[in-house]
């Protein structure tokens, strides 16, 4: 247990050896073997560079550009970059965000702001779009209209026939996260223009790396604001822009488009503020980070950094066709391998990956589509994807010895008939028991997740939402002897 509040002081030297114990026990963020959460380029030396650039900027507020012009610089320069990158023009302006969920969010409360006459507004938004839509729809209180695929891409007519009065924003992925397929995004912005409304194209996922992709000559579609009816568009710098966490953009094509973003308010007796994002106070660290980031790989590397990832991608894709009992679930055009199994318990599978130190991300099975595993292939992949195949048929091999979970009666029978509302604190310290969950256990998940892949998504939140809750307990619960 770690107390965070000793009464001396510990020296520096401790601290930081403790620090590095505890990390320890992380998934590797190194090393090509972990395809979620971390985006890793594989360079030497940039972790070095953008950690002391982080330093230098870490006590930097972003609360008042004009206190700290240095931030003020760093964000056009990353807003320039990106507006260069993704079809901008003359017009285009923007917002650095803490990341993809703050750069939607804003995109929505613009879109919702820009019609005040509007009671009750609306988003579009076809089933593939990331949860952070529906996350922006429930603290903005915004109607979703989640609109079905097709062959998991957004489907313009039917977009179409969801947008009404009150719609204030149409959205399309570029790439989608859980599949890594681009949506049709000028027939879905065409439809918005059409009606008036605004179109935000999320790129949080690969706005980086697909303009290297079709540099490089893969067949992918326009998906940026060059394309007519996008009003918008997000990408995260801290996924294949290869910065440090905390770090997206937010584009607009125009600033008349972003001005409902901005929230200002003079009405107080202290500072008159003006926020263009949620925080107020904001560090400069993630923003210099990022900007070194950038600066130090540079367009060519970017290029070659794609190149590399194009390459593992095609590798990883080639093992799982050649192995029997997996097969792709989506077609493998960006970054993104999603595969399915045939026979083979899939919750198993990852288990058995992540004993060999390959772990991969499991997604449940959602209205027609089947669970799947999700790697997100990044540049460090280049040099382990050749060991994957071999790794992936013991693996498949292994899961076929061990058999599908076999979830006890009574915990098939409650993710079957339990109400979210039933979820008590005792219920989940009861599940957490039988499913092995001891604090913070990082061992094999295919127990929990094939009961939470029978439970329908509301039991599954409210399970999930409990678990987390039993995790997060302070070190040291007030009024215990220490
Ligand atoms: C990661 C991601 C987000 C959310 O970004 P965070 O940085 O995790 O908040 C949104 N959309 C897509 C497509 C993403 O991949």
Redesign the pocket.
Known sequence: MIDALPDAGVPADQILAELRALRAADLPTHGGKLFAYVYDPGRDGLDELAHAAYAISAHVNGLDPTAFPSLLAMENALVGAAARLLGGDAATVGTVTS??????LLAVKAARDAHPEIARPRLVIPSTA?A?FAKAAHYLRVELDVVPVRELRADPVAMAAAIGPDTVLVAA?A???AHGVLDPVADVAAVAAERGVRCHV?????GWVLPYLRRLGADLPAFDLSVPGVTSI?V?L??YAYAPKGV?VLLHASPELRMPQYFAHADWPGYTMINPGVSSTRSGGPIAAALATLRHLGEHGYLALAQTTRDAVGTLAAAVRDTDGVRLYAPPETTVICLATDGVDLFVLADELAARGWHTQPQMAYRDMPETLHLTVTAAVGATAGEFAPALAEAVHAARRRGPVELPDDLRGAAASLTPTAVTPELIATLAGQLGLAEGATGPMAAVNSLLNIAPPPLREALLAGFLSLLQRPAEPAGQPV
């Open positions: 990341g993809g969920t703050e750069s939607l990331h952070a992925s790439p989608s996260y999320d790129a949080c996922f690969g997000s995260d801290h996924k997206s």
